[in-house]
């Protein structure tokens, strides 16, 4: 069995309210949410919230009714394996052990259902305790990321012994994208965060990987979303 999981607190600091804020007619939560229902893999879905206006709308749409997320695991100190161990024991005790806990971040809607499809069928191929989904970095430590010294002067973040003088000669380094995560729900149940385990990338170009962390980061997803539609309907 495949639970779907969508985390959605009822505010943010970046972008208040963003997770059920109206982004081309409909609340952003339901870009994820209604991949998750369309998505014919996925037997269940659960959402995790603290907000009684999220909680009602995706239970009416179909989610399991486990009620709201407990308050420690609400505030911003709250880590997110730890919503994700909640939601999955909240979610077997209602359809029975899961197989597999597909996580949806609804701060990123801008993945295709093939990628789903790409980060499960990758899960069940190489059998890792984890996929997250990756873009290859815009900013390499090796090459132009700088941080302070000592003396407050400007040093690359991670030299190396021969220095480079273009990005292409940096070894490959990935960026976290906030995306889709495919787990192992005995990882869950046994790890205490994320990087315990074997975890492997599901890479995805960095335009499907764009996370609403600012109103800018809204305005940018926002573009991208409707210049998708334009292209739909043009075809």
Not at 74 to 98: C, F, I, Q, R, Y
Not at 154 to 174: F, N
């Amino acid at each position: 069995m495949i639970i779907g999981h969508i985390g959605a607190r009822r505010n943010s600091k970046g972008v208040a309210k963003k997770n059920f804020r109206s982004i081309l007619g409909k609340p952003l939560i339901d870009w994820s949410l209604d991949q998750l229902f369309s998505f014919e893999r996925v037997d269940s879905v659960v959402v995790s919230t603290d907000s009684e206006e999220i909680y009602s709308h995706a239970v009416s749409k179909g989610a399991l009714r486990i009620g709201l997320r407990p308050a420690h695991l609400a505030t911003d100190e709250a880590a997110k394996w730890n919503v994700w161990e909640h939601a999955l024991e909240a979610a077997e005790s209602l359809v029975g052990p899961a197989s597999v806990f597909l996580d949806l971040d609804c701060t990123s809607p801008l993945r295709f259902l093939s990628d789903i499809g790409s980060s499960l069928d990758l899960y069940f191929d190489e059998k890792p305790d984890m996929v997250m989904s990756c873009c290859i970095a815009r900013k390499n430590p090796y090459f132009n990321l700088v941080e302070l010294d000592v003396s407050g002067a400007l040093r690359v973040s991670k030299p190396l012994a021969q220095s480079i003088v273009a990005r292409q000669q940096a070894p490959l380094v990935y960026e976290h994208a906030a995306s889709i995560y495919v787990l192992s729900p005995e990882y869950l149940r046994r790890a205490d965060e994320l990087f315990e385990g074997r975890v492997i990338p599901y890479v995805m170009p960095p335009e499907r990987c764009w996370d609403i962390d600012s109103e800018l980061d809204f305005r940018i997803v926002e573009l991208l979303l409707e210049e998708r539609l334009k292209k739909r309907m043009a075809i």
